[in-house]
């Protein structure tokens, strides 16, 4: 009996790499405006090789990408950058097609609903308060609640206490197969591969289910609950 549904929340609820392209984009076209001597294509493909170095959430990248490139801070360059970044972000944040119906759904069927995210606590919730998502979950579990990221136990057993399931009641829904889906799957949860989020090309995700719409986790919880699993 599936009594609640976990949700990864980047490229599983909102399609955080649009976001994050389109934003970078727009903050390399504004520095070049701005003076920097370097093509825009060559600004974002910078910004996204330290993003790779010290992880998609580094709040501190155009910092980064000026002592690296100039040797030191041009507050004018800077400014402009970080300017253009948050107006696009702003516009580029966007749910993935029958989100808001889907969770709306399991709620009206009893199911408590949470996110366990590897994001930072202020940047989760940003993100979920700018989409409107804000009031449906029971339980947001972020990186601080638990110092660990996915696949570490740690962020989805701090869910399943405060959530008070056992891990055979819960379906994991997440984009990223050697986290979300393997983290949960030791613990005994049933998982979803968010096919739709992939952004990596996988082949296999080793989930019980995949989807292509996250409305087909209606489908799933429905069958499994109907079937008394």
Do not use: C
Not at 25 to 53: P, Q, S
Not at 81 to 90: F, N, T
């Amino acid at each position: 009996m599936i009594k609640a549904v976990i949700f990864d929340l980047d490229n599983t609820l909102v399609d955080f790499m649009r976001m994050k392209t389109a934003s970078v984009r727009a903050a390399a076209e504004a520095m070049v405006d701005a003076g920097l001597n370097m093509t825009a294509k060559e600004v974002e493909d910078k910004i996204f090789e330290i993003y790779d170095r010290y992880g998609i959430e580094f709040q501190n990248v155009f910092d980064k990408f000026l002592e690296e490139v100039l040797g030191e801070i041009d507050y004018k360059i800077l400014a402009a950058g970080i300017v253009a970044y948050r107006k696009a972000k702003e516009a580029a944040l966007v749910l993935y097609p029958h989100v808001r119906y889907t969770l709306m759904e399991l709620l009206k069927r009893g199911l408590k609903l949470a996110v366990v995210s590897d994001a930072p606590k202020l940047q989760a919730w940003t993100r979920l308060v700018q989409v409107g998502l804000h009031h449906f979950f029971e339980v947001v579990v972020a990186f601080e609640d638990t110092g660990e990221r996915k696949p570490s136990p740690a962020p989805f057993k701090f869910a399943l206490e405060r959530l008070g399931v056992e891990p055979k009641e819960v379906l994991m829904v997440g984009d990223w197969p050697q986290r979300d889906i393997t983290g949960a799957a030791k613990l005994g949860m049933i998982t979803a591969f968010a096919r739709y989020g992939d952004t990596f090309g996988t082949k296999d995700s080793g989930a019980d289910f995949e989807l292509n719409d996250i409305i087909e986790v209606l489908n799933i919880v429905d069958k499994l609950n109907t079937s008394g699993k």
